[in-house]
Every structure is written in structure tokens, then in C-alpha cells.
């Protein structure tokens, strides 16, 4: 969602609906993944392990490559295997951050699965194949290793513990390296249990291709946060936003935002 300018009566009626919307629909994402906050590995280690795939398992050779066609293809879809591997894989080798990548999914509004679901709506005999292909890639990958994706098609090496660490901006830059400030150093699990996160992200959401406004927008976006919780009683983890604080956040969020540059709004 783009915040376009408009007047505080129009912000007030957009903070109530993003706001009552997180607290009645939850806007949480469960599906059954896991992840925790890890810091990026010193570089150059260990070589990153190359992922290949061959038929076999109830993925032939057709449905195998028209999966690799579609991951080399289409951007949004690539995003969804990289999220859905490190989901998987994360599963697998830290069982005890359960949700944590999903629920945060979901506090950042990510389009997560939407593109993967419009490739299944007009080949539906993609949806279970997909489904092993991803799997399969997270069975062949050791716990602990960067990633070579290359051999499936996607031009990247791909590191679990940081993209778990660098989400939800790694949705959209799988190959992040550095911790966004915005964190402010707090773990991926704290980040995602904060209510006041969600407010934030559905105000200004991920996905700005120029730099500088992604830049200001994620700094907005804290200020945004920290107002929220200033309004609150009690824990910052409290959980969902009670929909009265909406009314007394419409003015802070709309002054906020309206001091970001045009075109960043």
C-alpha cells in the first residue's frame, strides 16, 4: 500500500482501518515454520553448498524444470522458494523459534505465496510439485550452510541464518548481508511479537526500489513504532494494538509521515 498525501481527517480513517484491521483479523501469518535472530557469519568460511535437484520423489523431469523456468523467470516467485526454503530448513534445524519468520510475515504485510498462488490458479498440477520442490531442496541442505541456488535457477547464495536475521527486509533482498538499523539489535522473535511493529509496516511497507526513500521510510517506520508504543500501557510485547489507541495515534502517524520527501510518502 502506498500512502499517498491527504488531510488529517483522511489519516485518522486510514490509522483506524489499518489498525482495527490488525486487531480483529490479526493479520498473523501460521503457517508451520520456524526461524530465530542469528548474526551473520564471518565470510568465506565454507563454501556454500550447491542445491541440486533431479526427477524422482513424485517431481519429474518436466515439472522440475518448468519449476527452475519459473524460479529464473519470475522475481516474486523466486522470493516465495527463498522464503519457503529457509522456512522449511529452519524447521528442520531450529525447532525451538517456531512461527517466528511467519508471524513476522505477517507484521510486515509481506505478499508472501501470492505470486506462487497465481502460478498455481493457471497450472493447478504445479501446486503439489512446487510443494516438493521446495522440500526437497530443504531435505538436501545441511543445517549451518550458506546456500548455492544457482543449479534451480535462482542467481544466488543464499545463507538461512541471515536471511532470518535480516527479515523481513530479505523477502525482498534475499542477499542482505547487514542487519537494518532500523532493528534496533532486537531478535527476530521480540520484533515479531510487537503489535506496534504491524502499524508501521501497513503505514509504509517494504518493497521501495529507491534507496533513499526505502532509507527514510525504514526510519519513519521505527519513529512510528516507538510513538505506538509510547501510547501504550504496560509491556511493548503486549501483543495486538487495542483498537482505541488508533484514534490517538491517527495525528502522530499522519504528522510523521507527512514530513517524508514527495515521492516517499
Known sequence: MIVARRGKQGWIFV???????????GERVRWNVHAEHA????????????LTLA?????????????????ASDRAFARDVAFLLVASLRERCNPAHAGELAEMAGRAR???LAATAGITAKAADLDRPIYRFVQRLSDA???????DLQPIGLNLQLDPET????????YYQPALRAVPKEYGNEPLG???????????????????ANWHCARLRASMRRQIRQ????ERTGDADAGEVAATTALHLAGPVARLVQGLPRGCG
Request: hydrophobic share 50%; aromatic share 4%; charged share 15%.
Open 15 to 25: 490509522a483506524v482501518l489499518v489498525i482495527a484491521g490488525l486487531v480483529l483479523a
Open 141 to 147: 541442505a545441511p543445517c549451518g550452510r550458506s546456500l
Open 110 to 112: 509481506l505478499p508472501v
Open 190 to 208: 521480540r520484533r515479531a511479537r510487537q503489535g506496534c511493529q504491524a502499524i508501521g509496516y501497513a503505514v509504509l511497507p517494504l518493497g521501495v
Open 163 to 170: 536471511y532470518a536475521a535480516t527479515f523481513p527486509d530479505s
Open 39 to 50: 548474526r551473520p557469519p564471518a565470510a568465506g568460511i565454507l563454501t556454500p553448498v550447491r
Open 227 to 230: 510513538a505506538c508504543e509510547a
Open 55 to 71: 526427477p524422482g520423489n513424485g517431481l519429474d523431469a518436466a515439472a522440475l524444470k518448468r519449476i527452475a523456468g519459473l524460479v
